[in-house]
């Protein structure tokens, strides 16, 4: 049995009741001894209880506690006996960079949404395309934080998606290489998986080093998209909410416009080997998102897949439930009483 692996060893720690269990009989067996001492002498002790046994007493004790302990090993998951299994791996690692900064509260991604509304609706239904692989989270507006690290646990990730805004950057403004190097950083090292960067802004950038990152992620075999949010022609203002009313973003006491800027994520994306696309219904069941893993980045992750036979070991708690179960019912067919006639006192029997 040198394959043995135990799923879940805290469960050990329940022999420590089992023990106590054991302390708590033998200290009942003393004092039940005790007792009948002081009730009568030692010769008048199977007089009084001739059928008892303690014998037996001692053997459905111990029963219980094998029982007991039994039940304690099927607790702890043991598994033995190797097969294997094939299964598919996928290595796929999406890094989500999200544009938090104000000009993604302007009203202008459809259906009365703003940008950052839309973007996060776009990464949800995202969500609902995975098939497997790890997807972690990077807000950024003047400066970038790793929000949520690659994760595969996809409830935790929407939880963390829906708290993040504007104030999840620590820096006003948009810096676009920030975010970049940020996502790149967060890929795990050596990691053998297809990394890809899906950025979501409406394109402004108060930097100077998006294409800079761009190509070095691209040469540490990093793709890079760019999801483009808002309108590019009129584009729309930036709401604030002062006082509780909402007014409107303004510099040098004009009001500031913010547009996306389409050619400037263009060309991150291609110098991040990857490509640009608007946000919106690229087809009538299918937004932006959704449409990129379909079509460009599930290929990648099939192209990736392998298949490889996984050692597993086959599941044993039922053995040790199995020899519980006919402890305990051992026990309770087992009587205290000796089989056969009671043996005759002294004075029975005798003439009067």
């Known amino acids: 049995m040198s394959d043995l692996q135990i799923d879940n060893p805290a469960a050990l720690r329940w022999l420590l009741l089992v023990v106590l269990c054991g302390l708590v009989m033998a200290y009942g067996f003393a ?20 059928d008892l046994s303690r014998g037996r007493q001692y053997v459905k004790a111990a029963m219980i506690l094998a029982a007991m302990v039994c039940i304690v090993l099927a607790l702890t998951g043991p598994r033995w006996g190797t097969y294997y299994e094939q299964v598919q791996q996928r290595q796929i690692d999406l890094m989500v960079c999200l544009d938090v900064s104000r000009s993604m509260l302007a009203e202008d991604a459809g259906m009365s949404m703003s940008r950052l509304d839309r973007a996060k609706d776009d ?23 790793l929000v949520c690290p690659l994760t595969d646990d996809y409830e935790f990730y929407r939880l963390i998606l829906e708290d993040v805004g504007p104030h999840s950057a620590p820096l006003g403004g948009t810096n676009l290489g920030e975010a970049i190097a940020a ?34 992620a691209r040469e540490r075999g990093v793709l890079l998209f760019t ?4 309108d590019a022609e009129q584009g729309a203002l930036i709401p604030l909410v002062q006082d509780g009313r909402k007014t409107f973003l303004q510099y040098e006491n004009q009001q500031v416009w913010s547009r996306l800027d389409p050619a400037r994520l263009r060309t991150i994306a291609a110098v991040g080997g990857g490509e640009y696309y608007p946000s919106g219904q690229i087809t009538p069941t299918q937004r932006t998102l959704e449409w990129i893993y379909d079509q460009r980045l599930r290929p990648l992750e099939q192209q990736l897949n392998k298949q ?40 029975e029997g005798s003439s009067p």
């Not at 969500?127 to 989270?137: D, E, M, N, Q």
């Not at 890809?196 to 998006?210: K, P, S, Y």
């Not at 067919?333 to 002294?346: A, M, Q």
Request: aromatic content about 4%.
């Open 31 to 50: 004092r039940k001894a005790a007792a009948l001492r002081a009730f009568a002498s030692a010769n008048l002790l199977p007089a009084l209880a001739p």
């Open 123 to 145: 990464i949800q239904r995202l969500l609902g395309r995975l098939s497997g692989g790890s997807i972690g989270l990077v807000a950024f507006a003047g400066k970038a934080a």
């Open 227 to 230: 999801i483009g949010i808002g």
């Open 308 to 347: 490889r036979q996984v050692p597993r070991q086959y599941p044993r708690f039922h053995w040790p439930a199995a020899a519980a179960l006919a402890l305990l019912v051992l026990e309770m067919l087992i009587s205290e009483r000796r089989g056969g006639r009671r043996p005759r006192t002294p004075t």
């Open 183 to 216: 996502a790149v950083k967060g890929f795990a090292p050596g990691r053998r998986a297809q990394r890809v960067i899906l950025l979501l802004t409406d394109g402004e950038d108060h930097g100077d080093r998006a294409v800079e990152e761009a190509r070095l």
